[in-house]
């Protein structure tokens, strides 16, 4: 028979394995008498585990919930696990980062040396995103509540553009829904609710969310359009209402390796047409996004199309153009004033209309040059 203080580690881990255990498996299981599993019962709930027992032949054990937390027993990689899983939720924008990091040393304290130095060299730096405000943790367990509970939750919405000079008068919107799914997506947490006063489906952030209590009455689940939550809430990302698309979806050719470009792109498709030559199709909100998302890529671009995209490039063009030279008239200007530094305040005075005198007739000959061309293209 085993030592006392082993067969009580080996009992309670049975316990946490399943719900319920007869009395006589787990007799068998340790190798004992169903009266010795009796004693160790009870040494285990003298130390401050709730275990219920089932009367009558079949009886049987059960750790149920208590009103505070005993002991646990994890094997190797349940240790390693939770230990992971607590390194990774002091970057989880949840509003634990404080209480898992004392959790994390306090797993760590008790870890055999063989486990700790497994934990210690998994050293993983996350980046976090300044700009994502965190979820308030009671505020996360107050939408999970509500959500496990089916009830319906009221709570206030402050818009992140609202302002107290907004039409409606106040940052603040008040919601009814049906809560349904809690996500987290790029490093927030999100809601995905069905919205009663609007009567459609709404994704609210978490760290604009104030409920207010009490919940209820109870609802029936619906379905979320598309059947699974994870494609509904990427669709409504990319800003098309119920499609999994974007708005603006464009084809071109890029002078590069297929494999130098998939890396970067999360949602749209790759094709290999060639060692230095691949097919991008991709999506954005807007024309000029989409260009100038397909622009960062140090590549000639050969545009399939459509042709707004064509001439989404174009505008771009015209911008950067118009950029570019705007610089250069600076870098010119100053290097001019640089130059004349010492000459009295008259002759300054005539560079400086000089100069303006040459831009007006730059601008001149350029609109010029652009009716010549318009006449060219009317005439033909």
Not at 308 to 323: C, G, P, T
Request: with cysteine; hydrophobic share 40%; proline share 7%.
């Amino acid at each position: 028979m085993p030592k006392t203080s082993a067969r009580l580690l080996a009992l309670l881990s049975l316990l946490q394995v399943r719900r319920d255990w007869p009395g006589a498996l787990l007799a068998e299981r340790l190798d004992v008498s169903p009266r010795t599993v009796r004693r160790d019962v009870e040494r285990l709930r003298e130390l401050g585990y709730p275990i219920v027992a089932a009367k009558g032949p079949d009886g049987g054990y059960r750790l149920d919930a208590g009103t505070r937390l005993p002991p646990l027993l994890f094997d190797d990689e349940q240790a390693v696990a939770l230990a992971v899983a607590l390194r990774s939720a002091t970057t989880a924008g949840a509003g634990i980062e404080e209480a898992a990091m004392r959790a994390l040393h306090t797993v760590r304290q008790v870890m055999p040396a063989r486990l700790r130095h497994r934990i210690d060299t998994l050293q993983v730096t996350a980046v976090e995103r300044p700009a994502a405000p965190r979820a308030d943790s009671a505020v996360l367990l107050a939408l999970n509540a509500a959500v496990q509970a089916r009830e319906v939750l009221r709570f206030d919405y402050g818009s992140v553009w609202a302002t107290p000079g907004d039409d409606d008068g106040t940052p603040i919107h008040p919601r009814r829904v049906e809560p349904h799914h809690i996500v987290t997506w790029g490093g927030r947490w999100y809601l995905v609710a069905w919205d009663l006063d609007r009567g459609d489906w709404r994704i609210f952030r978490a760290d604009r969310i104030t409920p207010h209590g009490p919940t209820g009455p109870r609802f029936v689940p619906r379905e979320v359009p598309g059947g699974a939550v994870a494609l509904f809430v990427t669709s409504r990302f990319r800003g098309f209402d119920g499609v999994d698309d974007w708005p603006c979806r464009g084809e071109v050719i890029l002078d590069l390796p297929a494999a130098r470009v998939s890396p970067f792109i999360h949602d749209g498709v790759v094709e290999e047409l060639g060692p230095q030559r691949c097919r991008l199709t991709l999506g954005s909100w807007s024309w000029p996004g989409l260009a100038a998302a397909i622009g960062r890529f140090d590549a000639d671009i050969h545009v399939i199309g459509p042709p707004a995209l064509r001439d989404a490039f174009a505008q771009l063009a015209r911008r950067y153009a118009d950029a570019a030279a705007d610089a250069g008239r600076e870098d010119a200007d100053a290097a001019a004033d640089a130059g004349r530094e010492g000459r009295g305040p008259a002759k300054r005075a005539a560079a400086r209309d000089e100069r303006a005198v040459g831009h007006a007739q730059g601008a001149v000959g350029y609109q010029g040059m652009i009716s010549r061309r318009a006449s060219r293209r009317t005439s033909q």
